[in-house]
């Protein structure tokens, strides 16, 4: 007898059933509601000066995880209340984004004083605080 060859198991396949075994639904499997979540977020990334490229690489696989559509919503937009976005990706970025504008504006204003200027500032001369006595005593 000879020995037949089976075919190739298409990676569809082989990603259906490992996430499967990862515990999502059949259901949601099969209806192709898994998305890929890219955490941290890639907007929080930092970016290498030299190459230009983001730490950690898009698309590098440790920092990919499979969610639900309903739950990578969540995560990427805040609780389904829509009152607020805290947790959430998009309020990381934000924070982020208004942080960095914080602490450039904080780093310009410190590099102005640090800076000698030609034409010194006007002084005015100080004078005493005047003294206010303490109040009488009133005889009972």
Do not use: C
Request: charged share 35%; proline share 9%.
């Amino acid at each position: 007898m000879s020995a037949s060859h089976r075919r190739h198991i298409p990676l569809g396949v082989k990603l259906k059933t490992v996430l499967l075994m990862l515990g999502f639904p059949e259901e949601a499997v099969e209806n192709d509601r898994i998305e890929w979540d890219h955490d941290p977020a890639l907007a929080l990334r930092f970016e290498d000066p030299t190459t230009g490229e983001l730490v950690p690489a898009p698309n590098d696989f440790r920092y990919l995880t499979p969610r639900l559509k309903e739950d990578h919503a969540i995560k990427t937009n805040g609780g389904t209340a829509k009152a607020t976005t805290a947790g959430s990706d998009i309020h990381r970025i934000r924070k982020a984004e208004r942080v960095s504008e914080g602490h450039a504006e904080f780093r310009r204003r410190i590099l102005v004083k640090t800076i000698p200027d030609e034409t010194p500032a006007p002084t005015r001369a100080k004078r005493k605080m005047r003294s206010r006595p303490f109040p009488k005593r009133t005889k009972a």
